[in-house]
């Protein structure tokens, strides 16, 4: 019985989309960009987010984001759910 030779490019061709699912945020890794300097292109988001020690997963996830080379304004734009302070019902006057 003969086996046939696996062919490592079209198994990581496969499964990269498996391994590279879509990128998720959460409040926690989206904080690591509260001090970015936006407006800011992918590649300084990214560059950003390694110089200031930001998980692998932050950079995954800029990684992945669509470059038209256009700067994005600010999380919102990667980001739509990012809570704003308008989400808390925290009232800052009464304290």
Request: proline share 7%; glycine share 4%.
């Amino acid at each position: 019985m003969t086996v046939a030779p696996i062919d490592y490019g079209l198994f990581n061709s496969i499964f990269a989309g498996i391994l590279h699912a879509t990128m998720y945020w959460t409040l926690e890794l989206a904080s690591y960009l509260e001090d970015a300097p936006w407006p800011a292109t992918k590649d300084e988001l990214i560059d950003f987010s390694i110089r200031s020690g930001a998980p692998l997963e932050v950079v995954e996830n800029l990684q992945e984001l669509e470059d038209d080379g256009q700067p994005y304004e600010s999380i919102e734009e990667i980001w739509p759910d990012y809570p704003t302070k308008e989400d808390f019902f925290f009232n800052e006057d009464e304290y």
